[in-house]
């Protein structure tokens, strides 16, 4: 079964846009290998809009031959020399949300030739829809296209969140889906789409069914094709965290190629990743805040299979602040209760608690800590 835990890999849109080739997914491919991000779990590389040809060809999708001068499938056929899987773009209007042939009416056709150049990850978005057509009609088309193919193609639903997709796109076909619009390389853009935005859905996602509140903004800087200002790295580390604890797939945006230290750190660390891989599948929630209105500071907590909480404690105010977690029954574990508590990013223990935990948290950073009953 597909995404038993949440999909890992790269998309090209947010930095490069229609500055996507050939060369560029090889390249990736490449980096993944060799810089340890295959190691640590991310494997799909995908390839975003502007891929295509301008116009089919006898009925099927094309490739833009500047970008793509042997085709689509000799590209896949590297990914997966790499042990990495392909992805690729379409849409369920009848363009794509650059203009490019999309898929409606030609699901069949499309999802056959997508098994054929050896597609394992198809991310559909929802632009030029037919009026008077539902999005559950739409992405269950494609669902079962895909699997009539018999490839195991993981489906991702890219509708923005319009028609409540965590209702239906499971059912649908998707085991991903996107919860909200589209994310923007800022801080703003971070509050909202994932502090506002996720409260509530927990309940909808588990093994083989994710929430998506979008790609990753990490390592972008003001640089790209979603650049909006940019973040710093405190920001970043919360983005990265928050998405570990929301059980969001984590699709890398930047250009891995050219990462710098601080992004390394913050994309390859192994305990937030096993925070959001925690096989468990539970997607975490909001727990509350420090200032009765949400503005400062958000508190939250997903369970892991070993019994224990990931708990983020996010300063999202202009200057450090004490945060804390106010009782352990506010995490689901009974008082009084003594707990190891781990720093996730410090990768330091932090003792033995009981009942409560209080720390001093930076403008816009996290503390992101694993709390372990003690067991007598």
């Known amino acids: 079964m597909l995404a038993q835990t949440p999909p890992m890999g790269w998309n090209s849109w947010n930095t490069f846009g229609n500055d996507i080739n050939a060369q560029l997914v090889m390249d990736t491919a490449d980096f993944f290998v060799t810089s340890g991000l295959k190691d640590a779990g991310y494997e799909y590389i995908v390839m975003d ?9 006898d009925g099927r999708l094309s490739w833009d031959t500047a970008k793509f001068p042997h085709g689509i499938k000799p590209v896949a056929d590297y990914v997966h020399s790499k042990g990495l899987k392909f992805g690729i773009y379409s849409c369920a209007g009848s363009h794509t949300c650059a203009g490019k042939p999309a898929s409606y009416g030609f699901e069949e056709i499309d999802a056959q030739t997508f098994a054929d150049w050896g597609v394992d990850f198809l991310k559909y ?14 992405y269950s088309r494609m669902g079962q296209a895909l699997r009539a193919t018999g490839r195991p193609i993981l489906f ?6 319009k028609h409540k997709p965590w209702e239906w796109a499971a059912k649908a076909g998707g085991q991903m889906w996107r919860s909200t619009g589209d994310i923007n390389d800022s801080w703003e853009s971070i509050l909202d789409i994932g502090f506002k935005r996720q409260v509530g859905l927990e309940a909808y996602a588990g093994p083989g069914h994710w929430n998506d509140p979008d790609m990753l903004v ?7 094709n979603v650049a909006h200002g940019g973040c710093n790295d405190a920001e970043y580390r919360s983005h990265f965290s928050l998405w570990c604890l929301l059980a969001s797939p984590l699709m890398i945006g930047c250009d891995v190629r050219n990462m710098n230290a601080a992004t390394r750190d913050i994309l390859l660390n192994r305990e937030a990743i096993a925070v959001n891989q925690d096989p468990f599948g539970r997607q975490g929630y909001f ?34 602040s004490r945060l804390a977690v106010v009782g352990w029954e506010s995490i689901g574990l009974h008082d009084q209760r003594p707990c190891h508590v781990r720093d996730l990013w410090t990768h330091e223990d932090l003792g033995v ?3 409560n935990f209080t720390t001093t948290v930076a403008r816009h950073d996290v503390r992101l800590v694993k709390i372990t009953p003690i067991h007598s």
């Open 353 to 355: 608690h009981t009942s």
């Open 125 to 138: 978005d929802f632009c030029y829809a037919p009026p008077g057509v539902a999005g559950p009609s739409l």
């Open 156 to 161: 991702s639903i890219c509708e923005w969140g």
């Open 287 to 320: 727990v509350g805040d420090n200032d009765h209105g949400g503005e400062y500071s958000s508190v939250w907590a997903k369970p892991l299979e070993d019994g224990s909480i990931a708990v983020g404690l996010f300063n999202l105010g202009e200057r450090p």
């Open 49 to 57: 809009d502007l891929w295509e040809a301008d116009e089919r060809i």
């Open 218 to 224: 990490v390592g972008m800087y003001g640089k790209g």
